[in-house]
C-alpha cells in the first residue's frame, strides 16, 4: 500500500541521512523559501528523500520546507518534508529530526487532509513516531533502515511535566508572557532548538511546546505546512491539542506552501489554558 511504502522509503533513508551529516556540517551559499541559510545536509537530505518518494508510485505531489516549488510526480498522494529538522543543531551535535506528512489533496493542504504523519528522530537512539489510522506508534529505526515498533498505541501521559518555549523572551506578547509565567512555575524547561527533539519530550512526558507568535514576527517561526499540521496530527492523534493560540492548528486552511503559524502542542488543558487567555 502507498502510505506503507511511502513510510518505509522515509525510514530507510534515515540512516542513510544520519551517516551522511558529519560531512555535511558547512552552510551553502544559498537559503531556503523562508530566507534561512542552507546547509550542506538540507539540501543533501532533501534530494535523497526526493529522488526515492518521486520515484514511487502513488506519489503525485513531493514538496519540502527547502524547496520554492511542488515537484510533480503524476497522480497519487502529496508529501510534505521537512528534510532536517533543527539543523542549526548540527553545529552544536544535539538532537535533529525528518518530518514527513502525507496528504490526499492538492498542496497547500490543511490538517484534514493528512492520512498519516511521522518524525524521525536523530537522537542517541534512531527512532520513529508514526500517526496513521487513530494511533500513533513508536518505531526504533535500525542501521539496515527496517523498524521494530517499540511503543503502540502512545498516548500523552495525563500528567504534564515538561515545556519548551521558543523565540526570544523579550520578543513575546503580554499575553503569551503571562501564560508562560504560569508554566514555568509548573512544569520543568526542555527546550532544545530542534522541534522534533522538543516535541518527543512533551510526548514522553507529558507538557507542552509552543514556539508562539513573537512581537517582531506574528506568525512566529515554523512553518505550518511542513511543520505544524504534520507534528500537530502525531500530538492530537496521541490525545493532546495542536492550535495555533486562537485555534485547531489542523483546522487552518494554508494559502501559502510556505507560510508560519504560530504553534502550540501538548497535553488538552494546558493548550486550553493559552486559548483561554
Ligand atoms: P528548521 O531547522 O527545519 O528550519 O527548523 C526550525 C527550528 O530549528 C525548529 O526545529 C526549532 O523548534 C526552532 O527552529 C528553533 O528556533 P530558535 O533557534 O529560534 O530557538
Known sequence: MTVDAIIEIVAETAPEIRDGLVNRRGTTDEQNPSDEIQLEADVWADERLEDRLTALDGVGAYASEERKGIVEAGDGYSVTLDPLDGSSNLKSNNSMGTILGIYDGQLPAAGRDLVASAYVLYGPITTMMVARDD????????????RRPVTT????PADPVVYGFGGGVTDWTDEFSTFASEIQRELKLRYGGAFIGDINQVLTYGGIFAYPELETAPEGKLRLQ??????????????????TGTGSLLEVDPTELHQRTPVYVGNTDLIERRERV
Request: net charge negative.
Open 226 to 243: 511542513f511543520e505544524g499540521i504534520p507534528v500537530g496530527h502525531i500530538v492530537a492523534t496521541a490525545g493532546g491539542r495542536a492550535s
Open 153 to 156: 498505541d502512545l498516548t500523552l
Open 135 to 146: 494511533t500513533v506508534t513508536e518505531y526504533v529505526i535500525e542501521d539496515d533502515g527496517s
